[in-house]
């Protein structure tokens, strides 16, 4: 079952997406060459213990930070250590709050000093995949509009569309239903109804869309170690368009 979510309860994730947003613009600034990736980590729980928000990563199925810190051909769930950026990587942020009960979810890749051509592509696709997929982000289309559109975006550019992580339902709990896959095709699936609030983030990578899991039980890579990027917000579906909520007052 799909929540329906009330004014008051989008508020109150809006409330819990701002923090989220803050922690991404924090970061920006703290990213550049030579900076740790646990330095981060403690840059992000501290703001979001300051605006009275909860890490919602911090000790999810065990993961031990506040955000997931995915370098180059990490794709997902990287854990925050002491390896130092390098100018010309990629780095992708992932982290969650929650807020009195109610929980937001974003994800950005950011470059590393000066990158590459080829990674600030895949950046910037990776970030117009979601919003081709949310122009399917209302009332009387199927959730798989959303997926089909993201993968046309991504592969009609060379890239592919990893299948072993996918987007979610998002509420009271972190993760709730529908499952939401970057790629297939369209017409499928629920139809979305306004009040439902989903986290919708394609994770797109530039070689193979194969991935694995290394050995740290977290850690998600590309098989052909290429890069891979992320790119994700909590969206409330309205009755017109959706309404973004992991967004700073900043804008
Ligand atoms: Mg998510």
């Known amino acids: 079952m799909i929540n329906i979510r009330s004014r008051q309860e989008i508020e ?19 990213i550049r060459p030579g ?47 002491n390896v130092q950026l390098v100018e010309g990587d990629i780095i992708s942020i992932d982290t969650g709050v929650q807020l009195n009960g109610y929980y937001a979810d ?8 000066n990158i590459s051509a080829q ?4 950046i910037d696709i990776t970030r117009k995949s979601f919003y081709e997929g949310i122009k399917f982000a209302r009332e009387g289309q199927r959730l798989s509009d959303i997926s089909h559109a ?15 992580y996918v987007g979610h339902g998002i509420g009271t709990a972190m993760h709730e239903e529908p499952q939401i896959p970057n790629y297939g095709q369209p017409g499928k699936g ?7 609030v989903l986290a919708i983030e394609p994770m797109i990578n530039e070689g193979t869309y194969h991935v694995k899991v290394l050995s740290d039980g977290w850690t998600v890579i590309t098989m052909d170690s290429k890069n891979s990027a992320h790119y994700e ?5 309205t009755e017109g368009d959706p309404e973004i ?3 700073s007052n900043a804008g």
């Open 233 to 237: 917000h909590t969206l409330a579906i």
């Open 35 to 81: 900076v740790t990736t646990i330095e981060l980590d403690e840059a992000a729980e501290a703001h979001i213990r300051a605006k009275g928000g909860e890490p919602a990563f911090k000790g999810y199925g065990g993961f031990p930070a506040s955000i997931c810190s995915s370098v180059n051909q990490q794709v997902v769930h990287g854990i925050p250590g």
């Open 150 to 164: 993201i993968q046309e975006c991504a592969e009609r550019e060379g890239f592919s569309v990893v299948r072993n």
């Open 106 to 113: 974003a994800a950005k890749t950011f470059p590393v000093g």
């Open 12 to 30: 109150q994730m809006r409330q819990a997406g701002i923090i989220v947003a803050e922690v991404h613009g924090l970061l920006e600034k703290m």
């Open 245 to 247: 909520l992991t967004v």
């Open 190 to 196: 629920p139809r979305l109804k306004a009040g439902m």
């Open 119 to 122: 990674a600030q592509r895949l």
